[in-house]
């Protein structure tokens, strides 16, 4: 299913070194104009869009013609009347409404851009503006006699209609009245580096488990100027300015209440404290809220594959331990579709960006794999990304990750379940409907639990769990009516959202391999880079090759598409096509098997031959090609051990001259790559045989050899 993305006209597409901002998008594709040659329109369609943003040489920026982003790619200040005193905020409403005020008058044909005019009708326009600014005496809805009221008092005809002009210039944005006056005035450091640090211990002072008082914690803030001075006395340095009790009481007001808090009483007190109940965020669009949480499934399962399990004697099956894997779930908010799932050992960072991971890819596949019969086929980019404060989650890998990919990350504190309530309610639903069906439950505490053996019952294993868990959701909860959605299922939800909607546009292929890939570090050689037997070159490592002294570069691999690859040259990434052809779309683990199916073929040390691997790899069945896809969801997806120990077998590219030489075409030898077998010597002859034959000497040799045993250190 082809995605209907959804552009701004403020967004801009780079690809093969063409900049284009959108003109126009619509049901069927849109069309763009190229940046910097008006008049030059392309049009691509969804389907054509979704394989562009997939491409190496595209990249995708979002709002990059905006105002605010062109300011602040420029360093420039940005003005909003939250970030001024509230004395200027209020002047600057004030001003508004006056503004507002002449404008309504002026289109009734009170008042008029003249000095003359402005005088007769200076009342009439005090009023309006007294009106909308709430300072008159109809905005008080009681008052007592006598009590005063203050009003601001109209300044001249020049100064009002210079406020006009501006505001109307400025699209009637109140940032144009913004007084230049809030800019004046001394803004150097009242107290020195050394003052401000003491000063700022009271707050740490105040921050105690202990909860000392606020009067406590200020008098011991001026002992330390006292202890400071003292010591400053001695060496003749120059004193400190002591600040006064109220001075540092007004620092201590200005500590963060939540952090405060926080360290007075706990943190799980503070989140209670500070907790706003609420009924979550409202979100139309698709992929505009994603949320990701993690969860500890309601079931014993035996920890390993099914390949291992059916492999193994009944007494060591009696014996394999059982336990809960853990489950990560990203469910889109709008549609309440599930768009990434995976099993973890235990909750990590790893797992937790894997599964970050499948939220930008279709895993129909994944679906297929599972022998499912909807398609799972949600996904897109993320507008604003929502986890809770889980260590896998709040780890500098998971946010680094995040901030790559330009995503809005959303943190909740602790204890306000409603902040994230689409995920909770989706693990709620997934205890109430799947876990009773299964063996060996644990049920959600022991007093439920009871007597069940949930131990003794454990017999699913990994890639069960994998195909249980997928079929669920896939088959039976993306195709029920839900709740929230007034009886809509989730799959029809989508359908109707994206059709009206669209989706943000995923990262792109080389967003992608920044954020997700694999780092290595590689030297360069006259064919570029080597990674698992493939060279990857592009022009950027070609000059590097030859004009640069550094012979290490930084790479990124996508694991699930290894054709081509990130390289980092200076401080810049780009993209590496492989040298061979024929492996695009390929992952390491069919490159992996390829190779070891002709290593198994062939000997040990027969030399890898680039459009062999290439065959045995269209030979891997698709039942293996599934057991690959359901894999990598399980805790036993491809470590980066496997791939540093899989890399280091290949010291040579894999390569062929007659590739590089020119078209070979294939044997039509049926057997070329089968797997030749030596028959077995013949035995039949007697001890009394003949024994000149070719071979006696070989065999008196072999009966002479001496042979290695652990007695020979006797």
């Given at each position: 299913?082809?995605?209907?993305?959804?552009?701004?006209?403020?967004?801009?597409?780079?690809?093969?070194?063409?900049?284009?901002?959108?003109?126009?998008?619509?049901?069927?594709?849109?069309?763009?104009?190229?940046?910097?040659?008006?008049?030059?329109?392309?049009?691509?369609?969804?389907?054509?869009?979704?394989?562009?943003?997939?491409?190496?040489?595209?990249?995708?920026?979002?709002?990059?013609?905006?105002?605010?982003?062109?300011?602040?790619?420029?360093?420039?200040?940005?003005?909003?009347?939250?970030?001024?005193?509230?004395?200027?905020?209020?002047?600057?409403?004030?001003?508004?409404?006056?503004?507002?005020?002449?404008?309504?008058?002026?289109?009734?044909?009170?008042?008029?851009?003249?000095?003359?005019?402005?005088?007769?009708?200076?009342?009439?326009?005090?009023?309006?503006?007294?009106?909308?600014?709430?300072?008159?005496?109809?905005?008080?809805?009681?008052?007592?006699?006598?009590?005063?009221?203050?009003?601001?008092?109209?300044?001249?005809?020049?100064t009002v209609l210079h406020w006009v002009r501006s505001y109307q210039a400025a699209g009637y944005s109140a940032l144009s009245l913004i007084p230049a006056t809030h800019l004046s005035g001394n803004r150097t450091r009242r107290w020195c580096p050394k003052a401000e640090a003491l000063m700022n211990q009271v707050i740490e002072i105040y921050a105690d488990t202990q909860r000392p008082s606020k009067v406590q914690s200020i008098q011991e803030t001026r002992a330390l100027f006292a202890e400071e001075n003292a010591r400053r006395t001695s060496t003749g340095a120059t004193l400190l300015m002591v600040p006064s009790a109220s001075s540092v009481k007004r620092r201590l007001d200005s500590a963060d209440p939540?952090?405060?808090?926080?360290?007075?009483?706990?943190?799980?007190?503070?989140?209670?404290?500070?907790?706003?109940?609420?009924?979550?965020?409202?979100?139309?669009?698709?992929?505009?809220?994603?949320?990701?949480?993690?969860?500890?499934?309601?079931?014993?399962?035996?920890?390993?594959?099914?390949?291992?399990?059916?492999?193994?004697?009944?007494?060591?099956?009696?014996?394999?331990?059982?336990?809960?894997?853990?489950?990560?779930?990203?469910?889109?908010?709008?549609?309440?579709?599930?768009?990434?799932?995976?099993?973890?050992?235990?909750?990590?960072?790893?797992?937790?960006?894997?599964?970050?991971?499948?939220?930008?890819?279709?895993?129909?596949?994944?679906?297929?794999?599972?022998?499912?019969?909807?398609?799972?086929?949600?996904?897109?980019?993320?507008?604003?990304?929502?986890?809770?404060?889980?260590?896998?989650?709040?780890?500098?890998?998971?946010?680094?990750?995040?901030?790559?990919?330009?995503?809005?990350?959303?943190?909740?504190?602790?204890?306000?379940?409603?902040?994230?309530?689409?995920?909770?309610?989706?693990?709620?639903?997934?205890?109430?409907?799947?876990?009773?069906?299964?063996?060996?439950?644990?049920?959600?505490?022991?007093?439920?639990?009871?007597?069940?053996?949930?131990?003794?019952?454990?017999?699913?294993?990994?890639?069960?769990?994998?195909?249980?868990?997928?079929?669920?959701?896939?088959?039976?909860?993306?195709?029920?009516?839900?709740?929230?959605?007034?009886?809509?299922?989730?799959?029809?939800?989508?359908?109707?959202?994206?059709?009206?909607?669209?989706?943000?546009?995923?990262?792109?292929?080389?967003?992608?391999?920044?954020?997700?890939?694999?780092?290595?570090?590689?030297?360069?050689?006259?064919?570029?880079?080597?990674?698992?037997?493939?060279?990857?070159?592009?022009?950027?490592?070609?000059?590097?090759?030859?004009?640069?002294?550094?012979?290490?570069?930084?790479?990124?691999?996508?694991?699930?598409?290894?054709?081509?690859?990130?390289?980092?040259?200076?401080?810049?990434?780009?993209?590496?096509?492989?040298?061979?052809?024929?492996?695009?779309?390929?992952?390491?683990?069919?490159?992996?098997?390829?190779?070891?199916?002709?290593?198994?073929?062939?000997?040990?040390?027969?030399?890898?031959?680039?459009?062999?691997?290439?065959?045995?790899?269209?030979?891997?069945?698709?039942?293996?090609?599934?057991?690959?896809?359901?894999?990598?969801?399980?805790?036993?997806?491809?470590?980066?051990?496997?791939?540093?120990?899989?890399?280091?077998?290949?010291?040579?590219?894999?390569?062929?001259?007659?590739?590089?030489?020119?078209?070979?075409?294939?044997?039509?030898?049926?057997?070329?790559?089968?797997?030749?077998?030596?028959?077995?010597?013949?035995?039949?002859?007697?001890?009394?045989?003949?024994?000149?034959?070719?071979?006696?000497?070989?065999?008196?040799?072999?009966?002479?050899?001496?042979?290695?045993?652990?007695?020979?250190?006797?």
């Open positions: 299913m082809t995605l209907r993305f959804r552009f701004s006209n403020s967004d801009m597409i780079t690809t093969a070194g063409v900049a284009m901002r959108p003109v126009e998008i619509d049901d069927k594709g849109g069309t763009f104009e190229r940046v910097g040659q008006p008049g030059i329109i392309e049009a691509f369609s969804h389907h054509q869009l979704a394989a562009m943003m997939r491409r190496p040489d595209t990249t995708y920026f979002a709002g990059y013609f905006d105002r605010a982003t062109q300011e602040a790619r420029h360093d420039k200040p940005v003005e909003v009347i939250s970030e001024l005193s509230e004395k200027n905020a209020r002047l600057v409403i004030w001003r508004k409404a006056v503004c507002d005020a002449f404008l309504a008058l002026e289109a009734a044909g009170l008042i008029k851009r003249t000095q003359q005019a402005y005088e007769q009708a200076k009342a009439q326009l005090a009023s309006v503006t007294a009106k909308l600014v709430g300072e008159s005496a109809a905005a008080f809805a009681k008052i007592r006699p006598g009590k005063e009221i203050k009003t601001r008092k109209l300044p001249g005809s020049r939540f952090y405060v808090y926080a360290k007075r009483h706990g943190t799980s007190a503070a989140a209670r404290k500070f907790a706003m109940s609420s009924n979550g965020p409202d979100v139309v669009r698709p992929m505009e809220r994603v949320e990701m949480d993690e969860n500890k499934l309601d079931v014993m399962s035996l920890l390993t594959l099914t390949g291992i399990w059916e492999h193994l004697p009944p007494d060591r099956q009696k014996k394999f331990e059982a336990g809960r894997r853990w489950l990560y779930i990203a469910i889109d908010c709008a549609t309440k579709c599930v768009v990434s799932m995976r099993l973890a050992d235990n909750p990590n960072s790893d797992d937790a960006i894997r599964a970050l991971r499948l939220v930008f890819e279709d895993k129909t596949p994944l679906a297929q794999a599972a022998e499912c019969e909807s398609s799972w086929h949600h996904h897109g980019g993320i507008g604003t990304l929502v986890t809770d404060m889980g260590p896998a989650f709040v780890s500098d890998a998971f946010q680094t990750t995040v901030a790559s990919l330009g995503i809005t990350s959303h943190l909740p504190p602790a204890g306000i379940p409603w902040m994230r309530g689409h995920i909770e309610s989706f693990f709620r639903t997934l205890g109430h409907q799947l876990m009773p069906l299964l063996a060996g439950r644990t049920f959600f505490d022991t007093v439920d639990r009871g007597d069940y053996p949930s131990e003794m019952l454990a017999c699913l294993c990994d890639d069960d769990l994998i195909k249980v868990l997928l079929t669920y959701i896939v088959d039976i909860y993306h195709n029920q009516p839900h709740g929230s959605l007034k009886g809509e299922t989730p799959n029809a939800a989508w359908k109707r959202l994206v059709a009206e909607h669209g989706t943000p546009p995923v990262p792109d292929g080389l967003t992608l391999r920044k954020a997700f890939g694999r780092p290595l570090t590689r030297k360069l050689n006259d064919e570029g880079v080597l990674f698992s037997g493939l060279s990857y070159s592009c022009e950027t490592l070609r000059e590097a090759y030859l004009h640069s002294p550094t012979r290490e570069v930084e790479i990124r691999v996508d694991l699930q598409d290894i054709g081509w690859i990130a390289v980092k040259v200076g401080a810049t990434w780009y993209p590496a096509l492989a040298n061979q052809p024929g492996f695009a779309g390929v992952s390491f683990e069919e490159l992996r098997e390829g190779i070891r199916a002709v290593r198994h073929a062939h000997a040990r040390a027969a030399k890898l031959d680039a459009p062999t691997v290439q065959r045995a790899i269209e030979r891997i069945s698709e039942a293996n090609r599934r057991a690959f896809a359901l894999r990598a969801l399980t805790p036993y997806h491809t470590a980066d051990v496997e791939v540093a120990r899989a890399d280091a077998g290949l010291h040579h590219p894999l390569r062929s001259d007659a590739q590089r030489l020119g078209y070979v075409p294939p044997s039509n030898d049926l057997l070329n790559d089968a797997i030749t077998i030596t028959p077995p010597t013949d035995t039949s002859r007697g001890p009394d045989s003949d024994d000149s034959g070719p071979g006696s000497d070989r065999r008196t040799r072999r009966k002479t050899r001496r042979r290695w045993g652990f007695n020979d250190g006797k």
